[in-house]
């Protein structure tokens, strides 16, 4: 199709294309052709189609949003049952350098510290239920 306006007119995309339409008719790849409609250029055509954009709906095995205390706790628990020596500090709490390399992101501080605190209430509970 060919396009023409009157004083000429810059058609730019979010796809980083840009071009111009002036005043006289040249042929405008179908990419242009939406935007020059858009920008008020006269077509050489009187029906003209214009592709529909059928936005994509995200599928039932899409990917969920992480939830970041179940990745800390997992990777707690995997740290507590290695036990290696360095993964945790010398008052006994787990070095967040270690944690974050196991959970694939850097975790806040007092974060670990409370899901820690209860992994370890939750496990002395444990301990008192196998001794009775």
């Known amino acids: 199709m060919q396009f023409r306006h009157p004083d000429g ?30 920008q008020g250029c006269e077509c050489d055509q009187r029906t003209i189609r214009t592709r529909q954009v059928v936005t994509p709906r995200a599928s039932d095995t899409a990917v969920k949003a992480l939830d970041e205390s179940e990745l800390i706790r997992g990777a707690l628990m995997t740290l507590a049952q290695r036990q290696q020596p360095g993964d945790l500090t010398a008052d006994g709490m787990p070095d967040l350098k270690v944690v974050a390399s196991l959970c694939g992101f850097r975790a806040k501080r007092e974060t670990v510290h409370a899901i820690w605190h209860d992994l370890v209430a939750a496990n002395l509970g444990d301990d008192a239920d196998d001794e009775t």
């Open 9 to 38: 007119a810059r058609l730019a995309l979010t796809t980083g294309h840009v071009t111009h339409v002036g005043p006289d008719w040249a042929p405008l790849h179908p990419l242009f052709h939406a935007e020059a409609l858009a």
